[in-house]
Each structure stands twice: as C-alpha cells, then as structure tokens.
C-alpha cells in the first residue's frame, strides 16, 4: 500500500475527483462556469470539472499539511499577476471559492475545524478512509 504523500499528486486528484463527483453534498454553483479562480488570471477555466478538481486538490492540501487555513490555500493557489508595463506581482487566489469548497467538505464530514491550539481545517476518519481508498487502488 502506498501512502498519499508518495503518490503522484495529479493522479491522486483526478482519483479524488471522481469520487467527490459522486457526492450529494459537493456541487458546483451556478456561477462557477464565469467566475476566474484569482486576480492573477486572465480567463475562466477551460476544464468543466474544475470545482472537484480543485475541491480534491484542498482536501489532499489538508491531509498532507495539517491545519490549514483559508488564508494558507489563498496563497498555496495565487500567482503572478501581468500588470502591463508595470513589474508584475503576486496576487491571492480567490478566497470566496476556496471557502465554499471548505464549507462542501465540512458538510460532507471529509474536514473539520482544529479545536487545538493551531487554528485550521483538518481530516476526518471519514477524509482519511477516503484517502487511503485512493492509495491503495494504485
């Protein structure tokens, strides 16, 4: 059996895609088909599963690193926005989609919020059975 963190991280999200497909409570929003996923980017999305594949890329960012904030995966998603003449910058990626995924997985009971002294989404047991799924069909 081969863990998460030893996997090809791509093949684990596409694997954890599919399955978050098939959920009742992970659903795209309406406007996910128009909305860019930060500043730094010029266009919408191509892929039309980009929702899960981004909502499977969170949860292994959770498992793989502990309690994760919001503000942490803002980050983790930025990138480099072209200003023109001027030098170009980081900017965050975009909390708003970042949270509604977290507040999917949560309802899905695959995350919860950290009681401890870190602050932060963590992994369930149910998150956990879910990842360990995906490492052993590999």
Do not use: C
């Amino acid at each position: 059996m081969t863990t998460i963190k030893k996997m090809n991280p791509k093949e684990v999200n596409d694997q954890l895609a599919e399955q978050l497909k098939k959920m009742d409570t992970m659903k795209a929003p309406e406007w996910s088909n128009f909305v860019k996923t930060g500043n730094h980017k010029e266009r919408p999305p191509e892929n039309p599963d980009w929702w899960y594949n981004r909502a499977a890329s969170i949860l292994r960012n959770i498992y793989t690193h502990g309690p994760v904030g919001i503000s942490k995966m803002r980050t983790k998603y930025g990138g480099r926005k072209n200003r023109g003449r001027k030098p170009e910058k980081f900017v965050r990626a975009s909390g708003n989609i970042i949270r509604k995924i977290t507040q999917q997985l949560r309802k899905s009971d695959l995350i919860k919020l950290s009681d401890g002294e870190k602050k932060g989404n963590i992994i369930t047991s149910k998150g956990q059975s879910m990842l360990d799924k995906v490492g052993k069909k590999k």
